[in-house]
Structures are given as C-alpha cells and as structure tokens.
C-alpha cells in the first residue's frame, strides 16, 4: 500500500490537507488560480459580505521581526532579524458578492479537483441581518462553493453584532449557524475568535446550530509596538491605532493551546487548524492534536503573495513522512490523527517528585489525620 497524501475533511475530498486560510492570498481570482496551480489542496476565500467595507489609510498589513541579540520586536526592516509574526487591522473583502459570484463559479470550472470554501460574515442582531447570511450563504453555494466557511473572527470590528462580537457570544454562535444551516447543502464550518474565556464554550454553541467544523485560531488581539525614538506606534494614522490582529510563528503555541482544548472536548468533531504554520513541522502538531486540514497565511504572504514554495515544501514533507512512517502502518493522515489529543492532561496529572505531598495544590483537610 503506498502513500496516500488525500484527505476527506466533513465530506469533502481534499487532495491535500493544506489550504489557504481567507486572507490576501485569497483576495482574487488571479490569486486563487495561482494558489491551485502551485499545489494548494483548498482555500478559503477572503471573507464575502453585504455590508460597506472601507479600509484604514495606508499599511493594512505589516510583519514584525526580533533581532537574534536582543530580541527587540519591530515592524523595522533590519538584518539578521528572524519573523516574529504578521500585525493587520484589514477588513474583509471590498469587493462584492456580485463580483465573487462569477469568479467562484470560473474557478471551480477550471478546478473541479480542488476545495473552494467561501468565507461569509454579516452582522447577527436582527431578521434582517440573518438573512444576509442566508442571501451569502446560498449565492456562494450556486457559484459552486464546495463549503461555507463563516467568520465569527475578525478581530477588528466596531459593530457589536459582527466578527468576534459573534464569536464571544454563545447564543449568536448557535442562531447564526442554525440561519445558515436552514438554507446550505454544502458543509459549515464556523471560524472562532481565540479572544474569549472558554472556546469550548462557543464551539459547543456552534455545534449545537448544526456546524460541521470549527476552525482555530483568526489572529489574537493585539497594539503594534511603540517606536523607542519617534514615541509613535509603528504604525498609525495620524498617530492613532487600533486593537488588530497578531498571526504567524508568535501565535503558533496559544493557537495549539486553543486547539487541544476544542479536540479534547469534542473528539469526534472535525476541525481545521491555523495559526503560524510554514512547514509540516508545525501542521504535524496540529494533525497530533486531531485536525482533519489546516490553514496558512502569513507564510504564505511572505512567499509570492500565495505561498508557491511554502505548499511545494509542505507536499513534499508529508509524502516524505508518511513514507518513513509506514514501516509501522500509517498510510494517511487518519492513521495518525489525533495520537497526542490525549497527552495534553491536568497539571496534577503531571508526574513530579513529591507527589504525595502535592495533593493537587489544596492544602489538607485540618483536623483529620494524613490516611496511612
Ligand atoms: C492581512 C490579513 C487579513 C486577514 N483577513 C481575514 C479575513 O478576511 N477573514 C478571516 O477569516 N481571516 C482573516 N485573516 C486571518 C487569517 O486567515 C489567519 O486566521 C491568521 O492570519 C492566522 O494564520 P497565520 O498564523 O498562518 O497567519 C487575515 C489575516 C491577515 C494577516
């Protein structure tokens, strides 16, 4: 039996587990046309929606690198500096449904073979916006979407009813991805904020609206630094800022952590990791954790706009591990699937040398005798 480097993730057949995550990369058509061209298994599209979209003055996006010998991070091109992570404050897509309506349907045309998720978002606080999720959700399906994919994430919006303001409340999780589920035939997968107490919580509430995944991590919120000569921030309109989003490898263990938690409480559910992967070696960790496909876009910024070497390496990595691993019978991603879930454990759980005076960290009960 030989390698095997497909995948099938809520139905749908991958022939790779790697996608672009919805970001610049996925921002056009030319884009996307590339991005299968190279090798990308799927994408997800820039998020699609109704409402106006107007970005900020200038830099939407910027990377921040430390320097190997004082680990200053700063959006400073200097040398020697290693990636430290992307910073963005970008809306979704400007461009609108009836422009991705045609694109989507020419793309799936001219690859049939490859996944192509939209990503939707409208507000949630009434009929009305409901129902514009409803109007994306069933324009992108008669495109030719092969999935939905709605954004419960953007970190950067105003409007209390959109973005992660959705994903930090339980009950618009549910309700938003019951609307959707009312009017799809194609799987829905709902994109979590990172930013609140419990993610369990809110994928518990997404589940319970009929989501088919959860997908980890959008950016975490986060201020560009402020520049030690200038005392401006890095960067600024007119010397304000706003809260954006932080990705890349800087975000690589708390999305990991995020992930854990959301496959060890559901197990049997499917979920698409993201979050400061460039190689395998970092995907490996999401596939241990239980992940059926994951995501990319800072790498992938930083690589032609739409990660051609990145998807290559990535390729060539997994067939390159899976062949070492079949002298002991994995042939695909679901006979590895989920094999570390399990070692991610209580502190208490956790051998130490002293254990029985440990006692979970609670004091003992005073009065009553140590048991002999
Ligand atoms: C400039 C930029 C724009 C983004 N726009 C979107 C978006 O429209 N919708 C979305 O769901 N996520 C968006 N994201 C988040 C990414 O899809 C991804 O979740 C995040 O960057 C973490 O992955 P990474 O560490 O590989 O960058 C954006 C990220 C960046 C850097």
Same mark, same amino acid.
């Given at each position: ?6 995948s ?64 200053q ?5 200097? #040398? !020697?500096?290693? *990636?430290?992570? =992307? ?6 897509? /400007? +461009?609108? &449904?009836?422009? @991705? $309506? ?9 690859? #049939? !073979?490859?996944? *192509?998720?939209? =990503? ?6 009434? /009929? +009305?916006? &409901?129902?514009? @999720? $409803? ?10 979407? !092969? ?109 990991l ?50 990660g051609p ?28 699937r989920?094999l ?33």
């Amino acid at each position: 039996m030989s390698v095997d480097i497909t995948s099938t993730f809520t139905g749908i057949k991958f022939p790779n587990p790697f996608l672009l995550s919805s970001a610049p990369p996925t921002e056009s058509e030319s884009n996307i046309v590339r991005a299968f061209e190279a090798g990308w298994g799927g994408v997800v599209t820039k998020t699609i929606g109704l409402h106006p979209v107007v970005n900020v003055y200038g830099a939407k996006a910027k990377f921040m690198r430390t320097s190997i010998d004082t680990a200053q991070v700063s959006m400073k091109k200097r #040398p !020697d500096a290693a *990636l430290h992570s =992307s910073w963005n404050w970008e809306l979704i897509s /400007d +461009k609108t &449904l009836d422009w @991705w $309506q045609p694109r989507i349907r020419r793309i799936k045309d001219g690859f #049939p !073979d490859r996944v *192509l998720i939209a =990503s939707i978002m409208a507000g949630s606080g009434n /009929d +009305k916006e &409901l129902g514009h @999720w $409803q109007t994306l959700a069933k324009a992108c399906q008669e495109a030719g979407a !092969d999935g939905l994919e709605l954004n419960f994430s953007c970190p950067h919006m105003d409007r209390k009813d959109m973005g992660s303001n959705i994903g930090k409340d339980q009950g618009l999780c549910s309700v938003v991805t019951e609307a959707v589920k009312e009017v799809s035939t194609i799987p829905v997968w709902c994109k979590l904020t990172p930013a609140t107490a419990d993610i369990v919580v809110e994928a518990a509430a997404c589940f319970r609206g009929g989501a088919d995944a959860i997908v980890s991590s959008n950016t975490f919120p986060s201020l560009p630094v402020i520049d030690p000569e200038t005392l401006e921030f890095e960067i600024n309109v007119d010397g304000r800022v706003s809260s954006g989003g932080l990705g890349g490898p800087a975000i690589l263990p708390m999305a990991l952590a995020k992930m854990a938690q959301l496959t060890k409480a559901f197990p049997d559910k499917s979920f698409s990791g993201i979050g400061g992967i460039s190689d395998l070696s970092q995907a490996l960790s999401y596939f241990l954790l239980g992940c059926g496909t994951v995501q990319v876009c800072t790498a992938a910024m930083l690589d032609h706009a739409i990660g051609p070497n990145v998807i290559k390496k990535l390729n060539q990595q997994y067939r390159d591990f899976l062949e070492k691993q079949e002298a002991q019978g994995w042939h695909q991603l679901e006979d590895f699937r989920g094999l570390r879930r399990d070692r991610v454990v209580l502190q208490s759980e956790i051998r130490r040398p002293e254990a029985a005076e440990y006692n979970a960290g609670y004091e003992g009960v005073e009065g009553y005798a140590a048991p002999v």
